[in-house]
């Protein structure tokens, strides 16, 4: 006997068959095979699977009836269990870039497109390896990063590389480097000329 999808399975495929449009209750139901228990499942796709499936508690001009999966990016559980307080500290801490790539919070997507980095929170020691929530095993990483789409855990760059490329750089790109800097020690922010 050929393997059945289950009910759940059914109703992933549709939300991602029809992302970014609205849909109605419904043709959830329909495409879910016809189950009584599909608004449970759709439960367990967001709060279980992560999957960002917005219904009208989201979203005002969302009606009752209607649920909206705009991206297939997911929202790790671990990331929902960090209070807004820890995470905010994290990023602080790690001066809100990204701790694998090194890409800052609103730089353009290196991956191209108009997005901007987006930073959530990581896990240093991975949760399935006994790493905890705590504030020493969390870390700032960029979603790209996070869902691993790019082999970019690289090594900290050697000081001789780092300098030679910022002496090779624009005045201007020099001049955003120290600014950087500045504010990263807390020291005053030169004034430009
Ligand atoms: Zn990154």
């Known amino acids: 006997m050929a393997h059945k999808p289950s009910s759940k399975q059914l109703i992933l495929e549709y939300f991602l068959?029809?992302?970014?449009?609205?849909?109605?209750?419904?043709d959830i139901q329909k495409a879910s095979g016809g189950v009584v228990e599909w608004?449970?499942?759709v439960r367990e796709l967001r709060n279980e699977d992560g999957y960002q499936i917005l219904s009208h508690r989201?979203?005002?001009?969302?009606?009752?009836n209607q649920y909206l999966l705009e991206?297939?990016?997911r929202v790790p559980a671990f990331a929902r269990d960090i209070s807004k307080e820890t995470?905010?500290?994290?990023?602080?801490?790690?001066?809100?870039?990204?701790q694998m790539c090194g890409v800052a919070a609103g730089d353009p997507d290196p991956l191209g497109g108009n997005r901007t980095v987006r930073l959530t929170i990581g896990h240093i020691i991975d949760k399935s390896?006994?790493?905890?929530?705590?504030?020493?095993?969390?870390?700032?990483v960029c979603t790209t990063c996070n869902e691993g789409l790019q082999n970019r855990a690289m090594p900290k760059p050697d000081r001789i590389y780092l300098l030679a490329?910022?002496?090779k750089a624009t005045i201007q790109d020099q001049e955003a480097v120290l600014n950087w800097l500045l504010q990263k020690f807390k020291l005053e922010v030169r004034e430009k000329k």
């Open 165 to 167: 490329q910022i002496r």
């Open 58 to 64: 989201d979203r005002a001009d969302l009606k009752p």
């Open 87 to 98: 995470r905010s500290l994290v990023l602080e801490r790690n001066g809100y870039t990204c």
């Open 17 to 26: 068959q029809t992302i970014g449009k609205v849909l109605e209750s419904k």
């Open 71 to 73: 991206t297939i990016e």
């Open 39 to 41: 608004a449970r499942r």
């Open 129 to 140: 390896k006994g790493g905890d929530d705590s504030m020493q095993n969390l870390r700032a």
